[in-house]
């Protein structure tokens, strides 16, 4: 089995699939990050079987560490350029984020059936790509952030790094008027046994997989 972790809060939701890939056990990849990628495709396309959405189609963003944000439907790219966030209401499409010390942030209107996922390390919280995601769900969905659920998963953590932006992701959901706010709190400089860390491990590292589904 690939270690996938999931989130009581998006667990609630059946009509969603969630999951957060972490660390492959025993797997070398001490390796830049399109290598590293590549070694991992194949665990990660395990881990999408393994969760009921291997047979989907699979959207990612090119995540340059900005604040764009575009809207997933049947015409999309497998991975779209220039943006750190994909929204959706198309039953059946897997968004993908890959992360290693960011933050990955889940979003969904459960009336409207829209999610989001949105990839915010600490430029993207300081260009504010997470408000900027809750305000395209409101813009092209009729999302009300007032109804949305918001989960950040694990990341850097002070004092192994100098910005607590998981901190900053949370004020900023519910600056924007989201008031269901979840973080688990975990650091993944702190544990190698579960995750990859690009602070820790010097820039040569995996990356986990966040995945998001409306079925």
Not at 30 to 55: I, K, P, T
Request: charged share 20%.
């Amino acid at each position: 089995m690939i270690p996938v972790e999931t989130f009581p809060a998006l667990s609630r939701l059946p009509w969603l699939r969630h999951g957060f890939v972490g660390r492959i056990p025993g797997l070398d990849l001490h390796l830049e990050r399109d290598q590293a990628l590549d070694r991992l495709a194949d665990f990660h396309a395990q881990a999408r079987r393994e969760l009921g959405v291997g047979g989907d189609p699979f959207f990612t963003a090119e995540q340059i560490h900005g604040a764009g944000v575009t809207v997933v439907d049947a015409h999309s790219p497998a991975c779209s350029s220039g943006v750190d966030a994909l929204v959706t209401d198309r039953p059946g499409a897997c968004l993908g984020i890959y992360v290693a010390d960011c933050a990955a942030v889940f979003l969904v209107d459960p009336v409207r059936r829209c999610i989001g996922l949105a990839h915010s390390g600490k430029k993207g919280t300081e260009l504010g790509v997470v408000p900027a995601t809750i305000e395209k769900m409101r813009a092209i969905f009729g999302a009300d952030p007032s109804r949305m659920l918001a989960q950040i998963s694990p990341c850097i953590r002070p004092p192994e790094y100098e910005t607590d932006f998981a901190a900053e992701i949370a004020r900023q959901c519910r600056a924007a008027g989201v008031t269901e706010v979840h973080d688990g709190g975990a650091n993944t400089a702190t544990d190698l046994q579960r995750y990859y860390s690009y602070r820790a491990e010097s820039g040569k590292t995996g990356r986990m997989l966040a995945l998001f589904e409306g079925v």
